[in-house]
């Protein structure tokens, strides 16, 4: 089992920058793939991010493709997503979780989920 917490939200300014990080406890961290999901407001959840546990491959929501880059450090047993080019839409509580299931992109394929951290983009 593996505990998830996030960490590195706050509130930007459109086409600023934050670099979250999920800091996992637990001997099998570096046994899964890590994925980082968005809820905003009224929506369900949404993928955003993953990397396969060795960090060899990562996959991104065509939305954040070319702003936003997921990467990980075993040794530390932290995933980090590093977000760029901010916008208000990206506004959400972001999760990370680790995958169980067979889907990259689907939530319930995830389990362990941290509880959130906020980001808040400002136009």
């Known amino acids: 089992q593996v505990q998830l917490v996030e960490s590195g939200g706050g509130s930007v300014q459109a086409g600023g920058s934050l670099r979250l990080s999920c800091a996992a406890s637990g001997r099998t961290f570096g046994a899964y793939a890590i994925g980082w999901f968005r809820q905003a407001p009224g929506k369900e959840r949404e993928f955003v991010a993953a990397?396969?546990?060795?960090?060899?491959?990562?996959y991104n929501a065509d939305s954040v493709k070319g702003r936003f880059a997921i990467s990980r450090d075993n040794a530390k047993d932290t995933v980090f997503l590093q977000m760029n080019s901010l916008k208000p839409e990206d506004t959400a509580v972001y999760y990370c979780?680790?995958?169980?299931?067979?889907?990259?992109?689907?939530?319930?394929?995830?389990?362990?989920w941290g509880q959130g951290t906020q980001v808040t983009v400002s136009s």
């Open positions: 979780a680790a995958k169980i299931g067979y889907s990259y992109y689907d939530p319930n394929a995830y389990a362990y």
């Open positions: 990397i396969t546990w060795s960090g060899s491959s990562t």
